[in-house]
């Protein structure tokens, strides 16, 4: 059974950075995507970042130029480093797998629990 395990989240000012950690353990097969969701408060799950072994995507409309994927294979792990945060970035951030590179949550097979990050302004 794979599991993710998130870390990273918190709480931050306005401006400020976090960077989150999704390890995946048992996935060992670097052709399978991570990707970030995140949902806030009364909204629904939106798509964040994916990267798969050769490309990346992020979610222009919301978080280009300000988060960055990226994942070391050699410890199955993949980072979301958010920087110059926004209250509006406050929600739960989920790291998930897929076996594609994909935006789309159906897509994904296997979720974490969940991180949250909240931003004060």
């Known amino acids: 059974q794979v599991q993710l395990v998130e870390s990273g989240g918190g709480f931050v000012q306005a401006g400020g950075s976090l960077r989150l950690s999704c390890a995946a353990p048992?996935?060992?097969?670097?052709?399978?995507?991570m990707g970030w969701f995140r949902q806030a408060p009364g909204k629904e799950r939106e798509f964040v970042a994916v990267?798969?072994?050769?490309?990346?995507?992020t979610n222009s409309a919301s978080v280009e130029g300000r988060f960055t994927i990226a994942r070391d294979n050699a410890k199955n792990t993949v980072h979301l480093q958010l920087n110059s945060l926004k209250p509006e970035d406050t929600a739960v951030y989920f790291c998930?797998?897929?076996?594609?590179?994909?935006?789309?949550?159906?897509?994904?097979?296997?979720w974490g629990q969940g991180t949250q990050v909240t931003v004060s302004s």
């Open positions: 990267i798969g072994p050769t490309d990346s995507l």
């Open positions: 048992g996935l060992t097969d670097g052709t399978y995507s």
């Open positions: 998930a797998a897929s076996r594609k590179l994909s935006t789309s949550m159906s897509d994904f097979y296997v």
